[in-house]
């Protein structure tokens, strides 16, 4: 089979994975609260790439970095997945999944934002442009299908799903120059994480009171949307001489995600919902038009 063939069988598995993330997380959150799902999510995917690492004998490599090293993947752990996910969780257990996946998907717009203040780069008028397209996908999702009465009926939730747009974009613009293997530091990432989460999950909640139906939900997160998701599409990426031939494809997720949403959660899908993602797609679209792919991709 040719590489490129290869590379979009990975794409579509990953967006297949992806695209159940938003049912997993409602799932998961009927039987563990945020802090409980993030431990058993970020636990599966530590041990998870703890044992890749050791397959492609890597492990070692990790003696190698320096405490400034260690600095910036416990500076990183904490914005994703510590920050990033106890946030978007909780933003779960307050909003229909339909709602707060593609408020969630906003962040590469996010990231034009923030790109101006932190990297020093000026608002293109196409930028802004897609912000405002965004912007109005933003206020059609939120309506939650009522469009005339326009009264958000979560507003915290709301708030929250787009605040985790932030902690990625944030994570990305710290990361973006790290040239450590992506493997290894995704694995001291979570491991940093994994220590945060686990103190907050013992002040605010409570490792023992775990259940069956929880623990797979969280063991199912961190496979297919942490762990195995990520280094499928790593190899994706590989396989392909320029990532703009698939990367692209990463847009295909919420829309996959909804009809997941749709058969798992039996939530009715808002026209609304639809439209507004339609705009937050063509507003990314835009931004990314004439620009070398090189940014994270994420659901």
Same mark, same amino acid.
């Given at each position: 089979?040719?590489?490129?063939?290869?590379?979009? *069988?990975? $794409?579509? !598995?990953?967006?297949?994975?992806?695209?159940?993330?938003?049912?997993?997380?409602?799932?998961?959150?009927?039987?563990?609260?945020?802090?409980?799902?993030?431990?058993? $999510?970020?636990?599966?995917?530590?041990?998870?790439?703890?044992?890749?690492?050791?397959?492609?004998?890597?492990? @070692?490599?990790?003696?190698?970095?320096?405490?400034?090293?260690?600095?910036?993947?416990?500076?990183?752990?904490? =914005?994703?997945?510590?920050?990033?996910?106890? #946030?978007?969780?909780?933003?779960?257990?307050? !909003?229909?999944?339909?709602?707060?996946?593609?408020?969630?998907?906003?962040?590469?717009?996010?990231? #034009?934002?923030?790109? $101006?203040?932190?990297?020093?780069? +000026?608002? +293109?008028?196409?930028?802004?442009?897609?912000?405002?397209?965004?912007?109005?996908?933003?206020?059609?999702?939120?309506?939650?299908?009522?469009?005339?009465?326009? +009264?958000?009926?979560?507003?915290?939730?709301?708030?929250?799903? !787009?605040?985790?747009?932030?902690?990625?974009?944030?994570?990305?613009?710290?990361?973006?120059?790290?040239?450590?293997?992506? @493997?290894?530091?995704?694995?001291?990432?979570?491991?940093?994480?994994?220590?945060?989460?686990?103190?907050?999950?013992?002040?605010?909640?409570?490792?023992?009171?775990?259940?069956?139906? &929880?623990?797979?939900?969280?063991?199912?997160? &961190?496979?297919?949307?942490?762990?195995?998701?990520?280094? @499928?599409?790593?190899?994706?990426?590989?396989?392909?001489?320029?990532?703009?031939?698939?990367?692209?494809?990463?847009?295909?997720?919420?829309?996959?995600?909804?009809?997941?949403?749709?058969?798992?959660?039996?939530?009715?899908?808002?026209?609304?919902? =639809?439209?507004?993602?339609?705009?937050?797609? *063509?507003? *990314?679209?835009?931004?990314?038009?004439?620009?070398?792919?090189?940014?994270?991709?994420?659901?």
């Amino acid at each position: 089979m040719k590489p490129q063939n290869k590379a979009y *069988i990975y $794409a579509g !598995l990953t967006i297949l994975f992806w695209g159940t993330s938003a049912s997993a997380f409602k799932i998961g959150l009927k039987y563990l609260d945020y802090f409980q799902l993030l431990f058993i $999510a970020t636990l599966t995917t530590v041990v998870f790439l703890f044992v890749v690492l050791l397959y492609q004998k890597k492990l @070692i490599l990790i003696k190698q970095f320096s405490i400034k090293d260690y600095s910036h993947s416990m500076l990183l752990g904490f =914005l994703n997945p510590f920050l990033y996910y106890t #946030v978007l969780f909780i933003a779960y257990s307050l !909003l229909p999944a339909q709602v707060a996946q593609p408020l969630n998907f906003v962040w590469p717009i996010t990231l #034009v934002l923030l790109s $101006a203040p932190i990297l020093k780069q +000026k608002l +293109k008028l196409k930028s802004m442009v897609a912000l405002l397209l965004s912007f109005l996908g933003v206020i059609l999702i939120s309506s939650e299908g009522d469009i005339m009465n326009m +009264k958000f009926s979560n507003p915290l939730g709301i708030s929250l799903a !787009l605040g985790s747009s932030v902690a990625w974009a944030l994570f990305w613009l710290y990361n973006v120059k790290d040239s450590r293997d992506e @493997i290894l530091r995704l694995f001291l990432n979570f491991t940093f994480a994994l220590l945060f989460i686990t103190i907050t999950t013992v002040i605010f909640s409570d490792i023992k009171t775990l259940n069956l139906e &929880g623990l797979l939900a969280g063991i199912y997160i &961190g496979l297919f949307e942490m762990g195995i998701t990520f280094v @499928i599409w790593l190899k994706a990426l590989k396989l392909v001489g320029r990532t703009d031939k698939i990367s692209n494809l990463i847009y295909l997720t919420p829309f996959c995600s909804l009809i997941f949403i749709s058969i798992f959660l039996n939530e009715k899908i808002f026209l609304t919902t =639809l439209f507004g993602l339609i705009l937050i797609v *063509i507003g *990314i679209v835009i931004q990314q038009v004439k620009k070398r792919n090189n940014e994270p991709s994420k659901h």
